[in-house]
């Protein structure tokens, strides 16, 4: 099957990541199916959906008359049987668990018609081994959309070990249709590319914070200020080759050898958890979160975001018009 062909889009999970990857099918034309075990949960995505596009329209992303027809493309149903009937591609977001995985594509399996393509929002875990239960190993890919879905560009293609070529292209293609940035993986890898460089840059932000360097309050200040600007326009390789690959050489001659090169838990991350401070969703981790705060700091990051949509949906318009 080809991107052409996939028409009607089953979203499996109707929490945050669920229903805001769903908008995206559903704002770009496609038929959705949302579904989850609980008219509860479906009701809550439903919500998440109509404050996305609420929140699109102030931007002047969308027309207000745009939403009802948007949501109008969206059924819900707590019947696996039915979701899965006449699924052109499946989008998997429920809990980040292999066996849950597993256990939920061995069942669309025996449900989803044979041309069905099953694509997993997993994070990192490997889809070679969550296609371990299904018979069609070939349709199977993931498509990681990033946290927060709707505001977030990025989607990573990622194979597994017998994902066909056909597969990823037609995945890949579809989520371009939809207006996001995919990105193609040659081959499969824990995290992915996204984690992986998200967490090596976690390391040694949290060792400078252990070692005493400087604070964690000083440490996002800096990445805020300099590496998260710089980063929206050129990537890391990008910025190294306008810096210069000699300055760089010699920088990683000499900081190469004193990089935290650690490979268990960051002991900031291990106390914290011990001590129950999760993060924002206790109230604290590193920080302390008390609600407003939170509230804030989501909404900053909802404007930001936002910003760079509009700022995409201008480029496109001049695009568009230089090529017409």
Not at 213 to 239: K, N
Request: with cysteine; proline share 4%; aromatic share 6%.
């Amino acid at each position: 099957m080809t991107a052409q062909q996939i028409t009607n889009i089953t979203a499996i999970g109707a929490g945050a990541m669920g229903s805001t990857s769903a908008l995206s099918f559903a704002m770009a034309g496609y038929s959705v199916c949302l579904y989850d075990i609980s008219e509860t949960s479906l009701g809550n995505g439903l919500k998440t959906m109509q404050a996305a596009l609420e929140t699109y329209h102030q931007h002047d992303l969308i027309a207000a008359s745009d939403i009802p027809v948007i949501m109008a493309r969206v059924r819900t149903s707590t019947s696996l049987e039915e979701a899965a009937a006449g699924a052109d591609f499946i989008l998997e977001s429920i809990v980040e668990n292999l066996q849950a995985k597993q256990e939920l594509f061995a069942k669309l399996d025996k449900l989803c018609p044979p041309h069905t393509i099953f694509g997993t929002n997993t994070s990192g875990i490997s889809p070679t081994r969550i296609a371990e239960s299904i018979t069609r190993k070939d349709k199977f890919v993931v498509t990681h959309f990033w946290n927060p879905a709707h505001l977030i560009p990025l989607v990573e293609i990622v194979p597994g070990k017998e994902t066909s070529t056909a597969t990823v292209d037609a995945a890949y293609d579809l989520i371009k249709k939809i207006g996001k940035k995919p990105v193609r993986l040659s081959r499969e890898s824990l995290g992915f590319v996204g984690n992986r460089i998200q967490a090596a840059a976690l390391r040694e932000a949290l060792h400078i914070v252990a070692s005493g360097i400087a604070s964690a309050e000083d440490v996002d200040a800096v990445v805020r200020y300099s590496l998260g600007r710089r980063y929206a326009e050129t990537g890391p390789i990008e910025s190294m080759d306008i810096g210069g690959l000699d300055i760089f050489k010699g920088i990683f001659e000499y900081l190469g050898p004193d990089l935290c090169n650690d490979t268990g838990i960051p002991e900031l991350i291990a106390k914290a958890v011990a001590q129950g401070r999760l993060g924002a969703k206790t109230g604290g981790g590193i920080y302390d979160w008390p609600q407003e705060k939170l509230e804030e700091m989501k909404q900053r990051r909802a404007e930001e975001l936002l910003r760079h949509l509009e700022k995409d949906a201008d480029a496109e318009k001049t695009a568009s018009t230089h090529a017409a």
